[in-house]
């Protein structure tokens, strides 16, 4: 009872920038651990404008919904990503995840949904400038391992 009145409180008065978490499920736990480090291997690739060993990590059928670009799929979001690689080749371009904002789903049979705030700043006039934005990803697994098969991007 003592977790259901935390749980409505903090419903009614948290605010977009202080989300509400939701505790993991004991047997929900492996699966967050896989997605939480299959996420911060990804944008460590992201990170280092590793074009290749970044886009090993979506799946050929991807569709990319962003709020302001659209839809793409694998191919064009992969010449996005060169791209904005590109044009941050010395503005220090990183993403990060916003501690504390990750959640993860199973999606039975078919993989897992993984939700949350993150942070993506580069160098620009001079000044670090930094965004945060909200993102969800579907992971499919298959015997090859864990592939993003759909992103979406909003809130920029």
């Known amino acids: 009872m003592k977790l259901l009145t935390i749980l409505l409180f903090s419903l009614l008065f948290s605010t977009p920038e202080q989300p509400v978490h939701k505790p993991v499920a004991d047997d929900n736990k492996a699966l967050f651990q ?26 050929p059928s991807l569709e990319f919904y962003h709020d302001k670009g659209g839809l793409s799929n694998f191919e064009q979001t992969k010449a996005g990503f060169q791209r904005l690689f590109d044009n941050n080749k010395n503005t220090g371009l990183r993403r990060q995840m916003v501690a504390g904002t990750q959640e993860v789903y199973p999606i039975p049979g078919y993989g897992a949904m993984e ?9 620009e006039n001079g000044k670090m400038d930094c965004g945060t934005f909200k993102n969800l990803m579907i992971w499919k697994q298959s015997p090859d391992g864990w592939k993003i098969t759909r992103v979406v991007s909003y809130d920029h």
């Open 115 to 123: 939700v949350h705030l993150h942070q993506f700043c580069h160098l």
């Open 34 to 59: 896989q997605i939480s480090a299959l996420d911060s291997a990804m944008f460590a690739a992201f990170n280092a404008h590793d074009l290749e060993k970044l886009m090993q990590y979506f799946d």
